[in-house]
């Protein structure tokens, strides 16, 4: 059955190249289950972004670009505002490098304050439209909370399934929307997803690697990235570098940027950029190793801990090669630097997004880069929800319990 209105939108087996109608499948392909294999479903579309719309288009953010994106219900879509995120010029960074048109893009400005949002907001709504009324997720970050604020503005129940040691900010904003949260052993967390998305009631958010357990939907709001970005710069950038983990953000502005290609809008795909600490660097060693599949790394944390992955996916891979991309990486004080260089320029971002800004003197040594075309850094989340407040501060206030006290303190500024 197909449902109404996707008729242009397939899942296809990234292993076996079966194609399946539109729906909820989460379970991976049901052609390799019955030879043993795991087959990771991919969503396709058959129609085309029409060059002329960009400017006829209206609304803001997700909700701008709904039918080129896999909603079954346009009407029914709940964004919460996701997307639309600003594209600001550097007026710091880029000088002092020597990158005349280097931008940030402000992922921060989601209704949960990061880029996960794009993906939540599809896979979410794809759940509800499928009737789903529970979804879960393992997450230990951004991922949790956008499932948790999503769940509540859908009238969904959800279950977030963290490890110990998961930073209490996050488990109260999680909870503050009413989120149930489980709290396991590290190792534990991908067997319990698994155990809550084999019973019926339950879709799972989220992808995972090597695992049937999947949902194709939530990467395709990754396109709009490219969409945005295209719209505000009326070409391509450079470059585009994104803070990556698995690589999804990644891998689904790179299907963006087809879109846009496609369609005539760009010439040539930007370079697209993976920023990886310099020992959770999958991508980075796996394109060094001239390897189609991610190399898996010995386990790291990194004080970039949202991109602290052993393995990325080797759809980052691919699409980093076609885009003629790169791997690059930064060490743990070239990281905490980048932060400092951010907060200069009135930025407050989680650490793994200054991976970006930490990895720009290394993209402009390699062969290839043009410095003289627009460099976009995704500033993939907000540095408020990880901040640990006393350490930073501490230093820069003091006491004035009179007015003499307080203007002695003016004077010294
Ligand atoms: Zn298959």
Redesign the pocket.
Known sequence: MTLRGQRNWRLR?Q??G?EYDFGPMVHG?P??ATRG?I?LLELTRSSALNPEDFSARSGRGLDRWLDVLPVQDKDAFLSLGAGGTALIPSRIIGKRLGIPHLYFKLEQQNPTASFKDRFVAMSANAARSFGFRKIVVSSTGNLAVAVAAYAAALEMESMVIVPHGTPAGILAEASFYNARIAVTDRELRFSALETAARRPDWFPIGLFLAKPVQNAFGVEGYRTFAYEVVEELGEAPGAMLFPCARGNGLYGGFKGFLDCRDAGLIKTLPRLVAAQPDKANSIEVSLQRGSDIAVELPPFQSVAKSTSEAVSSDDALDAIRKSGGYGLSASEEEIQDAVASLAEEGLNVETSSALTVACLPKLMKVEGFDRERPVVCVLTAGGQRWMDPAKKALSRICEAATIPDFERLLDRI
């Open positions: 087996c292993t076996c079966t392909c052609e390799c294999k087959g």
